[in-house]
């Protein structure tokens, strides 16, 4: 015992290349494909892999949209569960937590926790009158973090149980692990969520701008680089950062321009509970309602116009695609020192040329926080229509005690005549 316990010590003490090797993911590329280019350097054989499979991926996530909100809040969920247990996976086999008791149950048993905290404030939030018919939801909804709180509870009173003398330190290392991670992947997805609901185009500008400059960026770098751009990725080149930018800036602003000419994506989801579906059918906001522009003096030589007709929204995705093109991809060179500190390539083997699914959406998770946080920042105001569906939950005569007292404070301000019966 003493023995494994100076074992577990020394543990901490470990500098990078002390870190034990992860076995290489296995090559998962169609034996259709190796045939088709077995004539080709690895570097072409690379480039044709990921431009055959990103297409491929495209196609699916068009098709996605096309079948509504309802399919492209079951893709993020799976997106994020696939994450999770790559990152657990790793976690596992780079310390060896073969022996530990219950370690992968508690695993997934956070997961499932976090997820009911998450998804359930969704369900209040939203979908209020849809529980307000089913009594059976009231109980959950009312009593929501209660019940997350104890299910934590739960899981924590667990992992303490099963805590063994010979293990205490790696016990807690993966315990700790959990936790990043569920950070990294669950709340992030809740974000993903929320943007979703302000309208898809909160949803698919950003996700796709992020794409776009992941794409421009290969391309360009692919082609013309030749300064690195940081040591973490030494594939990453100025050439293609730069490229990319102004690649992802163009394509952002044309993207939600075709993109704010329809209710389909420009208006909130909403869940109809009349006909049990999720709809977009509204007033586009102004945001989404075409305006005339002045040209700045000095573009106006250039481009030869003094004005311009465009979306409001235009102008902000130009910030979104700012933000997907400088400040985005630090999640991927996050992720290459992650990757780098634990001797793996990818963070597996899901999808041939890629890697795995974290390893195509190490960006999204941190451009899905500052779309949030954009929002709600400079964007989102008082929502009758929320707010509406939080009052048809009250009961009766708390309904009567906010209407009287908002008719009070409509007269005093002269808006209501004070003879007006209700």
């Known amino acids: 015992e003493v023995d494994l ?51 491929a991926m495209i196609s699916g996530f068009f098709l996605i949209i096309y079948l509504g909100s309802f399919m492209l809040m079951l893709l993020v969920l799976s997106i994020q569960v696939k994450c999770y247990h790559e990152i657990i996976t790793i976690g596992y086999r780079v310390y060896h937590s073969y022996d530990l008791p219950w370690f ?23 979908f209020a009158t849809f529980v307000q018919r089913r009594e059976q939801l009231q109980f959950l909804i009312r009593y929501h973090r209660f019940i997350s709180f104890a299910l934590y509870l739960t899981g924590f009173c667990m992992f303490v149980l099963s805590l063994v003398k010979k293990h205490y330190r790696l016990q807690f290392y993966m315990f700790a692990w959990t936790h990043v991670t569920l ?53 990453k080149t100025w050439e293609g950062f730069i490229g990319g930018f102004f690649s992802t800036v163009v394509f952002g602003f044309i993207f939600s321009y075709f993109l704010a000419q329809h209710q389909y994506f420009v208006c909130p989801v909403e869940y109809n509970s009349e006909t049990n579906r999720f709809v977009t059918e509204c007033e586009p906001s102004e ?39 400088l400040i ?9 020192g992650f990757k780098r500190a634990f001797k793996i390539k990818d963070f597996a083997d899901t999808i ?28 989102r105001g008082p929502n009758p229509s929320k707010l509406l569906k939080q009052l048809l939950i009250l009961q009766p005569e708390q309904q009567l005690s906010v209407y009287k007292t908002l008719k009070s404070y409509l007269v005093e301000k002269g808006i209501l005549q004070p003879s007006l019966r209700g």
Not at 107 to 118: A, E, I, K, P, R
């Open 5 to 55: 316990e100076e074992r577990l010590h020394e543990l901490d003490l470990r500098n990078d290349s002390d870190i034990p090797d992860v076995p290489p993911p296995t090559d998962s590329t169609p034996e259709i494909l190796k045939r088709a280019l077995s004539g080709l350097s690895a570097r072409w054989k690379n480039w044709w892999i990921r431009g055959i499979l990103s297409l």
């Open 104 to 126: 992968r149950s508690l695993s997934w048993y956070f997961l499932l926790c976090g997820n009911y905290f998450f998804y359930g404030e969704t369900v209040a939030d939203y």
């Open 183 to 235: 950070l990294i992947t669950v709340t992030q997805s809740h974000l993903v969520i929320q943007n979703l609901f302000e309208g898809m185009i909160w949803f698919l500008v950003p996700i796709s701008s992020v794409i776009c400059n992941d794409i421009t960026a290969y391309i360009f770098g692919f082609f013309f680089g030749r300064t690195p751009l940081i040591k973490l990725s030494p594939k």
């Open 287 to 325: 945001l989404f309602q075409m305006k005339k522009y002045s040209v700045p003096p000095l573009l106006q030589p250039v481009l030869g116009w003094e004005t311009v007709n465009m979306y409001p929204f235009q102008m902000h995705s130009f910030a979104l695609s700012t933000f997907a093109s």
């Open 328 to 336: 985005g991809p630090f999640g991927g060179f996050f992720a290459s």
């Open 352 to 379: 041939p040329g890629h890697g795995g699914i974290m390893d195509r959406f190490d960006c999204q998770y941190l451009m899905a926080t500052f779309v949030h946080v954009y929002i709600t920042s400079f964007i």
